[in-house]
C-alpha cells in the first residue's frame, strides 16, 4: 500500500495533482486506516498513470473520466474528436508563430510590402518617425477597408514623392509633430503647401476619388486618427477652409469661400 506521496512519485505526478483529481472526481479517494492516512493500491496507480497519460496528450480534465469509462468504440471516437482539435490547435499556433516571426519585419506586420516600402521612402525622405508612424496607423485604415485596391493606390503615391512641395510637406509636418509648441508660421506653411498641391492636382484633372467617394467612414477615421495625434490637426484643417479647400484626406474645393 502506498502513501499520497509515493503514489504521486510512481505516477510522476504532484501530490498537488492527485488531490485536485481526487477533487473533481477522476481519481477515487480511499478511506483513511487505522493510524489516519490513505493507502492506495495497485489499482490507484494504474487509474493515475492513465488519467496522466490522457492529461499529457491533452484531453481537458472534463473529458477524461467519461473516456475512461468508454467502450472501445467510443473511447476511439473521442479519441479522434480530440486529435482533430489537437491538428487545428496546433495549425492555429503555427499561424501564431508566422505572426510572431513578422514582428521582425516591422511595419509589414500589418501592411502589404508595398505599402510597408513607401514608409521606408518617407524615412528617405527626411520624414520624421512620428510622422511615419502617423502615415502608417493611417494606411492600417485604408488597408482594412480596401484591401484588394492597395495596389492601385500605392503607384500615384510614389510618383508623388518625386514632387519637391510634397517633401517638404512631410519634413515640415514632422518637425511640428516633434515639436510641443504651437509654430503658428509652420503650420500657415504647412497649409499653403497643401492647398498649393491640391491646386495642382485640379489643374492636372485629378479632383475626385471615384468610388470611394461613396464611403465617409474611412476618411472621418482618418481625420480622428490625425486629431487624437494632435490637436493641431483641426487648427490646420481651419486653415485650409480659410483657404478655400476642404480637409485633406478628401481634398474638395469650397464651393463659397468661408465667412
Request: no cysteine; net charge negative; proline share 5%.
Amino acid at each position: 500500500m502506498l502513501t499520497i506521496g509515493q503514489l504521486a512519485a510512481y505516477a510522476g505526478v504532484t501530490v498537488r495533482t492527485v488531490r485536485h483529481y481526487h477533487q473533481i472526481g477522476l481519481l477515487p479517494e480511499p478511506q483513511r486506516d487505522a493510524s489516519g492516512y490513505r493507502r492506495y493500491g495497485a489499482s490507484a496507480v494504474v487509474s493515475l498513470i492513465k488519467v496522466r497519460t490522457l492529461a499529457n496528450a491533452g484531453v481537458p480534465l472534463s473529458e477524461i473520466g467519461p473516456m475512461l469509462e468508454a467502450d472501445v468504440s467510443a473511447f476511439t471516437q473521442a479519441i479522434d474528436r480530440i486529435d482533430t482539435h489537437l491538428r487545428d490547435e496546433i495549425a492555429r499556433l503555427e499561424t501564431s508563430r508566422k505572426q510572431i516571426a513578422q514582428l521582425n519585419a516591422g511595419d509589414s506586420l500589418v501592411l502589404p510590402p508595398e505599402v510597408a516600402e513607401y514608409l521606408d521612402r518617407l524615412r528617405e525622405i527626411g520624414a520624421s518617425e512620428r510622422m511615419v508612424q502617423g502615415e502608417r496607423d493611417g494606411w492600417i485604415i485604408i488597408a482594412a477597408r480596401w484591401p484588394d485596391r492597395i495596389h492601385e493606390f500605392m503607384p500615384a503615391k510614389f510618383a508623388q514623392l518625386d514632387n519637391p512641395l510634397l517633401v517638404r510637406l512631410y519634413r515640415l509636418l514632422s518637425e511640428l509633430l516633434d515639436s510641443d509648441t504651437v509654430d503658428e508660421s509652420r503650420l500657415e506653411e504647412a497649409a499653403d503647401i497643401m492647398v498649393g498641391l491640391a491646386e495642382q492636382a485640379y489643374a492636372a484633372g485629378e479632383t475626385g476619388m471615384g468610388d470611394l467617394e461613396q464611403d465617409d467612414l474611412p476618411f472621418d477615421l482618418l481625420d480622428g486618427l490625425a486629431d487624437e495625434a494632435d490637436p493641431r490637426a483641426e487648427q490646420l484643417r481651419e486653415l485650409m477652409r480659410k483657404r478655400g479647400w476642404s480637409g485633406w484626406n478628401r481634398m474638395e474645393r469650397l464651393t463659397e469661400p468661408p465667412g
